[in-house]
């Protein structure tokens, strides 16, 4: 058994920590597990029986796939911190075994299945990867001198337990390259985990915009995404067969792990752009805006290996992604597929940063073909069906991949969907706004819930009417209106049971596991309360260290409380001791500004502080009063007026309520 705790130097990102839900009691029936969760419903196992039989042959993969080049298992990784929490548990899904169970959908437990080893693997001589040591892959290429790290992972310490298990069963070798495919954190969080094989003058290659992408995805809308997220990969969710069992993309982020970040040193700008590291020549393609907003991916030509980073994976990917992010270009990343294909043709093995690889020249060119013509043909038919006056909701309704594409696994719905892909496209091109002058200003959740309520004939009505529903197997619409009734604020214990259990057979027939999870922890939550924590500001330090000042600045002004802010004029100047860098944040119209401190401005009140104290304080590790009169800061100007400033911007958490008001 693996079991490390690794303590980060400085710069370190401590991942988000959820404490326990506040339990509720909710009325139970005969089959629910211990967690609450009931028993899949007779249409449930019908539905899922039928998808069973309906399962493609193997096509461009399999489980002989999965298993291909084999050198060690790892069946009973388990990783900690030094205080005990867990942080990656592989025994945890030892469940998943044999034919799918009827509350699961049988496509993704046979993904669950195929990610459920841990394990060192040879993907070609010299290029060998370890998979099932967190969401992504580590791959590992053998240099002349040492070992080239490609994606080292989400955390310190599960790239520390995978290095070690891979250094037990390769030659013993320093790490002369590092390779970060993408802005991503499960692709380079993990990376001071290595830092002790790390070789004199290693160069870190990432591509153009890294940095800035990597520090600011999570920043500004950070608390809601953060939350969002918990919901999106089943945090809070037993590893059971009626909870958690893949992301679809892998197990699970490795949650509770130590994150850092390291400034690159060699940036790939451009496609064809070649370099050899420890005696391996690299031809990279930059894809910017594809799957992240900086990535790129890279052909070995002695090895013949395209390794594909995130552009291509063995699922549809997220045109757009449940936690929250910007909308993706599915025609540039298609695009982006073809200059591969085309550029890297001789490519006799794909090698990407998750799941399995695809070997033999044509099937990798038949790979590529039909992950590039899903991306466009989503894209295509969703601008030809809103053209044609169609809108998000019936688009999703409405389109299916062809015969052609839907002939194997590679593109299935395991982790992004036809359905929610197509409703990004719309939102590319037209935004929230469908056309229809009913939905412009809308009423809230609350006040909808009310009316329905009421026009339905009162709460009871609507109870008798949403288990007409789950009685009938009709379960999208009993969770709209059981959804209304809780937003209402007049549901019982009984419509929140209710509306729970039909989220739960919601999430029993979702093939994809991002929405199984959010299905499953709606259910979780309405049975057993929010959790009391969601994220802790201090655990963001590490982050916000490497975040350029104007957009820390810019987050700040994201948390200015508007109406506390109204009629208040302030301007206070911050110069950040260890940067010998000023500038001066004001407020006007309610807004926070910022720019450059001018010589000839005269502020409210000057701070000078170095720039990890400021993040201390920021992050409220540091308290400002305590502060005053110390060494480690000066201050001119009014106190008060530097403390009313600091006193209007908001302290989010992320606890907040998605399945009720």
Same mark, same amino acid.
Request: zero cysteines; proline letters at 6%.
């Given at each position: 058994m693996i079991a490390r705790g690794l303590r980060l130097p400085v710069g370190g990102l401590v991942m988000l920590v959820l404490a326990a839900c506040s339990d509720r009691t909710l009325p139970t029936q005969e089959g629910d597990d211990e967690h609450g969760f009931s028993a899949p419903t007779a249409a449930t196992?019908?539905?899922?029986?039928?998808? =069973?039989?309906?399962?493609?042959?193997?096509?461009?993969?399999?489980?002989?796939?999965?298993?291909?080049?084999?050198?060690?298992?790892?069946?009973?990784?388990?990783?900690?911190?030094?205080?005990?929490?867990?942080?990656?548990?592989?025994?945890?899904?030892?469940?998943?075994?044999?034919?799918?169970?009827?509350?699961?959908?049988?496509?993704?437990?046979?993904?669950?299945?195929?990610?459920?080893?841990?394990?060192?693997?040879?993907?070609?001589?010299?290029?060998?990867?370890?998979?099932?040591?967190?969401?992504?892959?580590?791959?590992?290429?053998?240099?002349?001198?040492?070992?080239?790290?490609?994606?080292?992972?989400?955390?310190?310490?599960? =790239?520390?337990?995978?290095?070690?298990?891979?250094?037990?069963?390769?030659?013993?070798?320093?790490?002369?390259?590092?390779?970060?495919?993408?802005?991503?954190?499960?692709?380079?969080?993990?990376?001071?985990?290595?830092?002790?094989?790390?070789?004199?003058?290693?160069?870190?290659?990432?591509p153009s915009g890294f940095m800035e992408e990597a520090t600011s995805e999570n920043v500004l809308a950070g608390p809601a995404m953060q939350r969002r997220a918990g919901y999106m990969y089943g945090r809070e969710l037993p590893r059971s067969a009626r909870g958690h069992v893949d992301t679809g993309l892998g197990k699970s982020p490795a949650f509770n792990g130590l994150m850092g970040i390291m400034e690159p040193t060699l940036i790939v700008e451009q496609t064809g752009q070649t370099e050899t590291l420890d005696g391996v020549e690299f031809v990279f393609q930059n894809a910017p805006g594809s799957e992240a907003p900086a990535e790129f991916t890279a052909y070995l030509p002695a090895s013949k290996a395209f390794l594909g980073a995130e552009i291509t994976s063995r699922t549809l990917h997220n045109v757009y992604t449940l936690r929250g992010a910007k909308v993706r270009d599915a025609l540039a990343w298609s695009r982006y597929i073809e200059e591969a294909r085309t550029a890297f043709a001789e490519a006799e093995v794909f090698v990407g940063s998750h799941h399995w690889p695809v070997w033999g020249r044509d099937t990798v060119q038949t790979f590529l073909v039909e992950q590039r013509d899903t991306y466009k043909y989503i894209h295509d038919q969703t601008l030809r069906l809103a053209n044609n006056g169609l809108t998000p909701k019936e688009i999703a309704e409405t389109i299916e991949l062809p015969p052609s594409l839907r002939r194997g696994y590679h593109n299935r719905d395991y982790y992004g969907t036809v359905r929610h892909n197509a409703r990004a496209v719309y939102q590319y091109y037209f935004g929230w706004f469908d056309g229809n002058p009913a939905h412009l200003n809308a009423l809230p959740p609350a006040e909808v819930g009310q009316r329905y309520v009421k026009l339905a004939g009162g709460a009871e009505a609507v109870m008798q009417a949403a288990q007409a529903a789950f009685d009938a197997a009709d379960y999208r619409w009993g969770a709209e209106l059981l959804n209304h009734l809780v937003f209402s604020g007049q549901a019982s214990d009984s419509a929140r049971a209710l509306l729970a259990r039909t989220y739960d057979q919601m999430g029993y027939q979702a093939e994809s596991g991002p929405w199984r999870d959010f299905y499953l922890t709606a259910a979780y939550e309405l049975r057993h309360g929010m959790p009391e924590q969601v994220m802790n500001l201090a655990d963001t330090a590490g982050l916000l260290e490497h975040i350029g000042i104007p957009t820390l600045l810019d987050s700040m002004a994201a948390r200015l409380n508007g109406p506390k802010a109204e009629d208040v004029t302030l301007s206070v100047g911050l110069e950040l001791t260890d940067r010998e860098d000023a500038y001066l944040l004001w407020i006007e119209n309610a807004v926070l500004h910022h720019r450059r401190l001018d010589p000839a401005d005269s502020p409210d009140v000057t701070i000078a502080i170095s720039h990890p104290l400021f993040i201390r304080v920021l992050t409220r590790q540091a308290a400002l009063g305590d502060l005053f009169g110390s060494d480690e800061l000066a201050l001119s100007g009014s106190r008060l007026k530097l403390l009313k400033f600091f006193s209007l911007l908001d302290q989010p958490d992320g606890t907040f309520a998605i399945v009720e008001p």
């Open positions: 196992v019908q539905a899922n029986q039928a998808v =069973a039989a309906a399962m493609p042959e193997p096509y461009l993969d399999g489980m002989d796939a999965a298993r291909r080049g084999l050198i060690a298992r790892a069946d009973d990784l388990v990783v900690t911190r030094e205080d005990g929490r867990r942080i990656w548990n592989i025994p945890a899904y030892d469940f998943i075994d044999g034919a799918a169970p009827d509350s699961v959908h049988p496509g993704l437990w046979r993904q669950a299945d195929m990610h459920s080893i841990a394990a060192l693997f040879e993907v070609v001589p010299g290029i060998y990867q370890l998979r099932g040591f967190d969401l992504a892959n580590m791959t590992l290429i053998r240099g002349e001198q040492g070992w080239i790290v490609v994606d080292p992972l989400t955390n310190a310490q599960t =790239a520390e337990a995978a290095w070690a298990f891979a250094m037990e069963h390769l030659e013993p070798r320093p790490i002369t390259a590092m390779l970060i495919t993408h802005s991503h954190i499960d692709h380079f969080g993990g990376i001071r985990g290595l830092s002790q094989a790390f070789a004199d003058d290693m160069p870190i290659v990432a």
